[in-house]
T-cell receptor
Framework: GESVGLHLPTLSVQEGDNSIINCAYSNSASDYFIWYKQESGKGPQFIIDIRSNMDKRQGQRVTVLLNKTVKHLSLQIAATQPGDSAVYFCAETSSGNTPLVFGKGTRLSVIA | EPEVTQTPSHQVTQMGQEVILRCVPISNHLYFYWYRQILGQKVEFLVSFYNNEISEKSEIFDDQFSVERPDGSNFTLKIRSTKLEDSAMYFC?????????FGSGTRLTVV
């Protein structure tokens, strides 16, 4: 299995800049992908999702891009704010109502 | 907005003791899950539950773990004889179609 440790990849951005968080997913059969935000001591909070029949989806200040060819998912946050500081996880699953498989997570640190 | 509610928020227990973690899923959701997150690591799937039975479980979910839906609203995770390595955040989630919602978690500390 993959190695995970106590140190997450960290992305530091200036307030107001755009952030891009990347995720490589493992299962080519995955059909549904979700980005979650996790603040300290809290549960994963839904940000945005995308199905495999799409390659881009936009929400409020967030955009998810899906590249199935290289099994890559990214989350773009526009005009990053201090409240965006958290750990961000991607998750994948093969269909609705099946268990999610989470990625390792990236810590986003916003510098005011 | 509907929430998944978990209690307690923090549980400290002696090694070897039994613990029960409680969850109230969203009322119209049909699928229920338990996940675990060891400090600093990623969220890991434990078990899913549908139609009053386990639908899928991971290799982490061994004989020490069990789940139950004792009534129409609660969904519980029991660890029979806790080990130090069971210390983690435990998250309950529920889903309907393509929407998954997580609770705030129970921090379990085994001493």
């Amino acid at each position: 299995g993959e190695s995970v440790g106590l140190h997450l990849p960290t992305l530091s951005v200036q307030e107001g800049d755009n952030s891009i968080i990347n995720c490589a997913y493992s299962n080519s059969a995955s059909d549904y992908f979700i980005w979650y935000k996790q603040e300290s001591g809290k549960g994963p909070q839904f940000i945005i999702d995308i199905r495999s029949n799409m390659d881009k989806r936009q929400g409020q200040r967030v955009t998810v891009l899906l590249n199935k060819t290289v099994k890559h998912l990214s989350l773009q946050i526009a005009a990053t704010q201090p409240g965006d500081s958290a750990v961000y996880f991607c998750a994948e699953t093969s269909s609705g109502n099946t268990p999610l498989v989470f990625g390792k997570g990236t810590r986003l640190s916003v510098i005011a | 907005e509907p929430e998944v509610t978990q209690t307690p928020s923090h549980q400290v227990t002696q090694m070897g003791q039994e613990v029960i973690l409680r969850c109230v899923p969203i009322s119209n959701h049909l699928y229920f899950y338990w996940y675990r997150q060891i400090l600093g690591q990623k969220v890991e799937f434990l078990v899913s539950f549908y139609n009053n039975e386990i639908s899928e479980k991971s290799e982490i979910f061994d004989d020490q773990f069990s789940v139950e839906r004792p009534d129409g609203s609660n969904f519980t995770l029991k660890i029979r004889s806790t080990k130090l390595e069971d210390s983690a955040m435990y998250f309950c989630a529920s889903s309907v179609e393509w929407g998954y919602t997580f609770g705030s978690g129970t921090r379990l500390t085994v001493v």
